[in-house]
């Protein structure tokens, strides 16, 4: 990604590379120090993409972020990166854990088909 960078003469692009976890997201610093105004996070694959949205929503950045992610469908209650889901308050309120791991986070993933769910009620927001 860099080098495409620099082959477009693009001077205000960094790439880098750091493995997060739950644990270390605290830890993570921008190259050199430096601050930095949008993070994104590619193939995201289940919680990563929490992750990345909470390394840029830090306050000490407050970057805007882009994530694509994939393997949402994937996650279970021993896969979710520490997080409890859902997430989201409001959707919280509607749905439990396991009901949003099984029903919404699966559909999500388009080689997940909502029939494969575990048990097999059907749900409307």
Not at 62 to 86: E, F, H, L, Q
Request: one cysteine or more.
């Amino acid at each position: 990604a860099q080098a495409r960078a620099q082959a477009s003469q693009l001077t205000n692009v960094v790439t880098q590379q750091f493995t997060f976890t739950p644990e270390n997201l605290s830890e993570y610093q921008p190259p050199n120090g430096n601050s930095f105004d949008l993070g994104i996070g590619l193939h995201c694959c289940g919680s990563f993409t929490d992750m990345v949205m909470d390394a840029c929503l830090q306050p000490k950045h407050r970057a805007d972020c882009i994530v694509c992610p994939c393997c949402n469908g994937g996650m279970r209650t021993v896969s979710r990166g520490g997080w409890k889901y859902p997430r989201s308050q409001f959707i919280d309120q509607c749905l439990t854990e396991e009901e949003y791991l099984a029903h919404l986070s699966k559909s999500a993933d388009h080689n997940s088909p909502a029939e494969e769910t575990t048990t097999g009620s059907s749900m409307t927001l």
